[in-house]
């Protein structure tokens, strides 16, 4: 068989389609352990809350993230507190995290609970979450600004600033009301 370069083209091709994509992928919290980290011994409940498209277009507005929010990752504590759980993108994936909030609507804590990409993991030192503690809808919450970066995961820091924002303003857009 005569190699052209269009024949090595072609397998190239398809070694590269067999090639396994490997990624990098780490479950630090399940869901049921975040609630006991957030809320430790209290009973979580979930609560339907829906997101109207003007709802959504106001929580693209407040946090520059354009994806829709998946709203049926919201639960109440038994002090009243919440717990909602979301998604940001980082560099390349998807980061799932979640943030629990007073009953007024304060950040009581964040924690990652899954961090997909290859850089950037530390994102999830506590001294760097530690920042968003106490934030409400009304602070700024900016990369930069109140929001220290950490050099080489400035995409997943600038985007779970972004996410921190989408879930204090969705407090006072439609969990408030439910107080």
Known sequence: MKWTPSAI?????????????????????????????LFPGQAMQPVK????????????????IYH?????Q?????????M????????HEMITFAVALTPAGAVRQVE??????TYGGQVRS?????????KTAASPIKLGQDIRNISGAT?????????VKRIVTLFELKLKSLA
């Not at 083209?9 to 975040?34: D, E, K, R, Y």
């Not at 829709?68 to 049926?72: G, I, K, P, V, W």
């Not at 990652?112 to 990409?117: G, K, M, S």
């Open 9 to 37: 083209t072609v397998m190239a091709g398809a070694a590269l389609a067999l090639t396994p994509v490997v990624s990098h992928a780490t479950v630090f919290l399940t869901l049921a352990q975040a609630h006991q980290v």
């Open 49 to 64: 809350v829906s997101l109207s498209d003007a709802d959504q277009k106001a929580l693209k507005k407040a946090s520059t």
């Open 68 to 72: 829709a929010m998946d709203s049926a």
């Open 74 to 82: 919201v639960f109440r504590s038994a002090d009243h507190g919440w």
């Open 84 to 91: 909602v759980v979301d998604q940001v993108l980082g560099k």
């Open 112 to 117: 990652i609970l899954e961090y997909r990409e």
């Open 126 to 134: 506590a001294d760097w979450r530690n920042q968003f503690v106490g």
């Open 155 to 163: 995409l997943s820091c600038r985007h779970i600033s972004d996410g």
